[in-house]
């Protein structure tokens, strides 16, 4: 069995928890550099939700659905110490937890056929057992019909499996509440594929738990919009409904072949398998995931800057993708600016070889790619990227032909070494001093700048 | 909830397992913790930072900070 877990309405819950004045009322979380006019809503209360406002709206919007909305600003580093608290609880259960956003993961109850662990890491799962026999032991009975059913299943999972499955999540939702209080709630949605089990969460929120069988999952499901399933955005929808599929049962009704020829053997097979009740895609720890391909880091401006002025940022954000390189013991065998400017937008990139990893040669590389845009000074810029591909291995030794790639170096472990001891902002090249991005002060002590 | 940021002096609660602030003294004033709605920690580089959104006696709210490094308190804010 598999269970999606998500938390209601994430970072509003998590600042109505931490402050009982926002309480019941219609609160948005502000979005980064939330001091501008691009400003929007990164996140909205279940009660600004009754008024239509959703993620993504600008401030101006949300305000003429509900005048009396209360803005807040993000507390970034707040959500994520509760994120990891929260995966942490989810792997007191099992160890197969995949985490899917910051807000929600997806837990199987079973070993499935991909999602192995190393043995060196879980060698027993007693810790997983005892937790699991500890739920199961606490609940003498549980309350059938509030939002659930337990029918025998034919299918592949057997009742027992099921009953542990929903002592599993009623017993998650109850650390939750134990955890972090009231307020921070999950909607837990379990079947036998990832898929359907995002699908049954999403059926009851806030803190939900809803069970889908494959026996009735379509009697269910069958009349709500093909959309509603995870990885079926608007332009497939669109496409889906030039051929006339615009519901779940729809989708189960269709021919194989059609959607082979439409949309390719992968996809079509893909898309007409999830029609039938089919989702064999296993739950993957994070230690099973794929290695990264690109590091990157990109910002939109909060008011429009012209390409004159605009360096510094880049700069800044390529000090990040530096120091996410080489945390992860990577070099960019490629690098990457994107720009988008009133009008059009624009791109350039170059290849490396040896791979970068200093602060030094990266911002040569970045300087090169800023001189060859040509862009006109005075052009409006909306947003900005810096992203490093071709990902290598680090570490290669310089070569001492040429000493000057050394010293390089060494003054960026020097560099990394300050930050990782003083915070992120404490030191930085001359050329990013004083651009935010972000609005907390991420250093503290004495703060340094250094000359490019 | 306004932003303060200044040195406080906090007494704290150890029972059965649980730490927290019990009471906090700004601008002469002693502010009785009744309840902490939510704690989180941070780190600013290799020092962590422990965050505590509390309620005052009275219904107010506001949050503390604790440095594990220098071992001080601070208001960050008060409402």
Redesign the interface.
């Known amino acids: 069995m598999i269970l999606h877990i998500d938390l209601n309405s994430f970072f509003a819950r998590?600042e109505q928890?931490?402050?009982?004045?926002l309480r019941n009322r219609p609160i948005g979380i502000l979005g980064k550099g939330h001091k501008g006019a691009r400003t929007c809503i990164c996140a909205a209360s279940p009660e600004a939700k009754i008024y239509g406002i959703k993620s993504g709206f600008s401030v101006w919007e949300a305000k003429q659905l509900c005048p009396e909305l209360i803005l807040v600003p993000p507390d970034y580093?707040?959500y994520l110490?509760?994120s990891r608290r929260f995966m942490a609880i989810l792997g007191e259960f099992s160890p197969w937890v995949e985490i899917f956003s910051i807000d929600e993961a997806f837990v199987a109850l079973q070993r499935n056929e991909k999602s192995e662990i190393p043995n060196s890491k879980f060698e027993t799962n007693h810790k997983f057992q005892n937790s699991r026999h500890r739920a199961i032991s606490n609940f003498s009975h549980w309350e059938i019909g509030h939002s659930f059913e337990i029918r025998n299943l034919k299918l592949g999972i057997t009742e027992a499996e099921l009953q542990e499955a929903i002592i599993v999540a009623q017993s998650i939702k109850t650390r939750l509440k134990q955890e972090?209080?009231n307020w921070i709630t999950a909607s837990v949605g379990i079947a036998w594929g990832k898929i359907f089990a995002k699908l049954a969460g999403e059926l009851q929120k806030p803190d939900g738990l809803v069970v889908l069988e494959q026996k009735t999952w379509l009697d269910r499901v069958g009349n709500l919009s093909v959309g509603e399933l995870c990885g079926v955005g608007y332009r497939l929808q669109e496409h889906l409904k030039n051929i006339g599929i615009t519901t779940i049962r729809h989708l189960s009704q269709a021919d194989a072949g059609q959607f082979v020829a439409r949309f390719g053997p992968a996809a079509g097979m893909r898309l007409w398998q999830i029609g039938q009740g089919i989702d064999r895609s296993p739950v993957e720890p994070s230690h099973n995931l794929a290695p990264a391909k690109s590091i990157g880091h990109q910002i939109t401006l909060d008011h429009d800057q012209t390409w004159r002025v605009v360096y510094p940022f880049v700069t800044k954000l390529l000090q990040k993708v530096g120091r996410r390189l080489r945390r992860a013991g990577l070099a960019a065998g490629r690098l990457s600016l994107h720009v988008s400017l009133a009008g059009g937008d624009w791109g350039d990139s170059l290849r490396h070889q040896p791979a970068l990893t200093s602060d030094a040669a990266l911002l040569r590389s970045i300087h090169f790619l800023w001189q060859r845009a040509r862009i006109h000074p005075s052009r409006p810029v909306i947003r900005l990227g810096v992203v490093a591909s071709n990902l290598k291995p680090a570490g290669q030794p310089i070569l001492p032909l040429f000493p000057a790639l050394e010293r390089e170096d060494a003054l960026t472990k020097a560099i990394d070494k300050v930050?990782?001891?003083?915070?992120e902002g404490?030191i930085e090249w001359g050329s990013s001093f004083n651009t935010e991005i972000g609005n907390l002060r991420?250093?503290?002590g004495p703060r340094a700048v250094l000359d490019q | 909830m306004s932003e303060i940021n200044e040195t406080v002096q906090v007494a704290m609660l150890f029972r059965a397992g649980e730490v927290r602030p019990a009471a906090f003294i700004w601008n002469g004033h002693r502010y009785e913790v009744t309840r902490v709605t939510l704690a989180h920690k941070t780190r600013l580089g290799d020092v962590l930072q422990w965050h505590f959104a509390v309620e005052t006696k009275g219904g107010g709210a506001a949050r503390l900070a604790f440095d594990t490094l220098s071992l001080g308190w601070q208001l960050e804010a008060i409402g």
Do not use: E
Request: glycine fraction near 10%.
């Open positions: 998590v928890q931490a402050q009982p004045a580093p707040k110490d509760i972090f209080g930050r990782n001891h003083y915070g404490s991420d250093w503290r």
